[in-house]
């Protein structure tokens, strides 16, 4: 990675300001923390699409654009402005403005006993033991220096934490919003999940925003699932498209553990949403699950890395894709089985629906299995509206706008199909809905005086 | 005035010639049969007629119920009255064929200013439907048309018929692949809403059919043009003969087009 052409010299001054403001009574392992992660930063600087993590998201505009620390004033946004951005029957609404938890917009009422749901900052002050523990010990800041940024600005974020045998039926909501700034700001949310034993959550991280304006959101969740812990975790975003969004989610997970994680990304113009799971212990099962709706310029990147690391383990990875306009799709679905991990079961599939000609999706497999008794297939389509089934139900009366809007809703239905039933799908079925809704109506689509039939569908390319 | 006016209509599809002029009027009440060969264009006047863009409309016109309908979209046809059984249903995983149902029906309804059918209305007429094609109504709540037998399919698309009520409805080949107790289930979905407001159009390449829906006038459709009309004895007579005899004097009849 070259840095002759990145000028990434203020994020040392933003550094060194970041650190010079910080509570004076944080221990010392955090500050040591951050500085090893700004080193790597600085060493590395931003991927180019020289590197093959990177090959099809070119983020030379976020090298270029002089994001700067959003500082810790306070927010000023009021409960009022959030009120759309609420869910019904959630048993906990976290907000985090600009990054940084408030409590005073918060509802956490009526949790029982062994959840601890606060801002990370609020408990690196009162369990700093337990939040060392897990810390930066799962993300790897030397694969990707988008988490070595994060981490050297980790401050605050959600901190989630079940104790053993804790069972939370409503789903945990964390919403985080921007707000707009005069120059570019950057925002790096730290989250830590982590559920115990025999435990189980769900919990939906939603990005969003109150104004445009360019901010780079680089969120960082470490998400540990203990022996037999069930997780469900949402990462929906839904920001506006003039909005950078890099979000890291990684899993670790113990012995028999099950974690669902779904991705909805609405929003964002330039998007990175990276899913890693290992699965480090036996008979380990990850679903990772995800739609990318994008039209406009919007450029939506999923970068899957599944680490099977002991046997009897099983992910099965679906993702689809809905482009328009000139929306460019990555799908990056790499598996890895380590040499240990006998009777893995993995399984991908990427499908994708290119509303218009200039819409482009590049999907890519990449399986690396170093162990011999195994099952690994993968699988890509890449293909456009049926107009057969558009004729179809418009020769039953359903106009096209409608008819195109229930062909979408159909596509998308297969993940929601995968999600559990619960008021957390309730909401992801409701944005989709909505989203669908303004892309059915979308003029691009001008391909009602088709000059010959569209016979084709799926196009299978893996 | 007749329900259904078909003129001089030509079709092309990709630049060839399909078909080379159609006369057909179709009265309220009746059921016409379109017989022909493969290739003569019986499916092409189903299509056109069910509006589907693909084909271009070269000359002609088409009234029904004195609207042009060269001029609508397909569902605009089917809100006006146009209904067409397809020869190959498609299937649409994601949409449940109820759901799907009762959105058409009240697309249709919205386009002629009546209320919508809310579920607990549409239950009963959609039970009564179904028990009508002898369906399984576990099916229903299935996805459009997905994992359904041939039989299935077909049955599905008289079902759908039987709801929505058309005015003109059209049979694209229907009993092709149906084995003869599927037919009967088909025949009697269809016999029962043979009406006085209502027309059919039965395209179908075998006379099979017609021993079970009867219809009063046979059209027999010859690489693009209707070459003899006649009633119900002129299917027997095709399923005897073939078409062999009646190609050969459509080549003679227009040895410059051929």
């Known amino acids: 990675m070259s840095t002759a052409t990145q000028n990434i010299d203020h994020y040392l001054r933003s550094f060194t300001e970041f650190q010079q403001q910080a509570a004076e009574d944080e221990p010392g392992w955090l500050g040591r923390l951050r500085e ?30 002089p994001f700067a620390w959003a500082g810790r004033k306070a927010s000023g946004v009021s409960q009022a402005a959030l009120g759309s951005w609420r869910i019904q029957n959630s048993a906990a609404q976290l907000v985090f403005v600009d990054g940084r938890w408030v409590p005073g917009l918060s509802a956490l009422a009526g949790l029982g006993k062994g959840v601890t749901l606060s801002g990370l900052k609020d408990q690196i002050g009162k369990q700093p033991e337990l939040v060392e523990a897990h810390l ?12 070595a940024l994060n981490t050297a600005f980790a401050e605050d974020g959600a901190f989630v934490h079940l104790r053993r ?31 115990e034993e025999e435990s189980q959550a769900t919990v939906l991280e939603e990005y969003v925003s109150l104004a445009g304006g360019a901010v780079l959101s680089n969120g960082v969740t470490e998400l540990v699932a203990g022996e037999s812990a069930h997780v469900v975790h949402y990462m929906i975003v839904r920001e506006p498209q003039d909005a950078f969004h890099i979000s890291t989610l990684r899993i670790e997970q113990g012995r028999s553990a099950a974690v669902a994680s779904h991705s909805l990304l609405l929003g964002g113009g330039l998007v990175r949403n990276n899913v ?127 008819a195109r809007r229930l062909l979408l809703s159909a596509f998308a239905s297969e993940c929601l199909a995968r999600m559990p039933a619960d008021a957390a799908r309730a909401h992801a079925g409701q944005l989709i809905h909505q989203h669908l809704l303004s892309l059915a109506n979308s003029p691009s689509q001008g391909s009602a005086e088709l000059s010959q039939p569209a016979e084709r569908t799926w196009e299978e390319v893996g | ?55 271009q409309v070269t000359a002609g016109e088409v009234v029904f119920q004195g609207k042009d309908l060269l001029a609508m979209k397909p569902e605009e046809a089917a809100c006006e009255g146009v209904f067409m059984a397809f020869q190959y249903p498609v299937e649409i995983p994601g949409i449940g064929n109820a759901y799907f149902l ?68 059209i049979l ?31 395209v179908t390449h075998y006379q099979r059919l017609l021993n079970h829906i009867v219809p009063d006038t046979v059209h027999v459709l010859v690489d693009g043009r209707i070459v003899r009309s006649g009633g119900p004895d002129l299917a027997l007579e095709l399923e005897e003969k073939g078409y062999g005899w009646m190609e050969a004097e459509a080549r003679q009849a227009a040895p410059a087009s051929a």
């Not at chain 2, 006369?23 to 509006?51: C, F, W, Y």
């Open chain 1, 165 to 195: 045998g804790t069972v939370l039926a409503e789903p945990i909501h964390l919403l985080f919003v921007s707000t707009a700034g005069e120059t570019p700001r950057m925002i790096h949310p730290r989250n830590l999940l982590v559920v």
């Open chain 1, 276 to 402: 890693h799971p290992v699965l480090g212990g036996e008979g380990g099962e990850c679903l990772i699950n995800g739609l990318f709706v994008g039209d406009g310029h919007q450029h939506l990147d999923n970068y899957m890395l599944v680490e099977h690391a002991r046997p009897h383990s099983s992910s099965r990875q679906f993702y689809n894709g809905i482009l328009d306009g000139h929306a460019h799709g990555v799908f990056h679905g790499r598996i890895v089985v380590h040499k240990d991990a006998q009777k893995t079961d993995a399984k991908q599939t990427n499908r994708n629906l290119l509303l218009s000609d200039e819409a482009q999706i590049d999907t890519k497999p990449q399986l690396e299995i170093y162990a011999d008794d195994v099952k690994c297939t993968h699988g890509a389509t890449i293909g456009q509206m049926d107009e057969n089934s558009l004729f179809y139900l418009r020769s039953r009366g359903i106009d096209r706008v409608a």
């Open chain 1, 136 to 147: 930066g010990r799962y993300v790897d800041i030397r694969r990707d220096p988008f988490p």
């Open chain 2, 1 to 55: 005035m007749s329900l259904l006016e078909i003129k001089n209509l030509h079709v092309t599809v990709g630049g060839h010639a399909i078909l080379k002029g159609i006369d057909l009027t179709v009265n309220a009440g009746e059921v016409h049969s379109i017989m022909g060969p493969n290739g003569s264009g019986k499916s092409t006047l189903a299509q056109v007629l069910s509006r589907r863009e693909t084909y």
């Open chain 2, 102 to 169: 009762r959105a058409a029906l009240n697309a249709i309804r919205k386009y002629r200013g009546e209320d919508e059918m809310d579920a607990i209305d549409f239950l009963p007429l959609f039970r009564e439907k179904v028990k009508l094609l002898d369906m399984d109504e576990k099916l229903m709540n299935r996805s459009l048309n997905e994992g359904f037998s041939g039989g299935e399919k077909k049955r599905n698309e008289i079902l759908q018929m039987a709801v929505l009520q058309p005015k003109l409805a």
């Open chain 1, 36 to 65: 090893a992660a700004l080193a790597r930063f600085l060493e590395t600087g931003f991927p180019t699409t020289r590197d093959e993590d990177w090959r099809f998201t070119n983020v030379s505009v976020i090298a270029r654009t």
């Open chain 2, 172 to 202: 694209d080949e229907t009993d092709s692949g149906l084995d003869i107790d599927a037919l009967r289930v088909v025949a009697k979905g269809v016999n029962a809403m043979r009406s006085p407001e209502r027309a059919m159009l039965v």
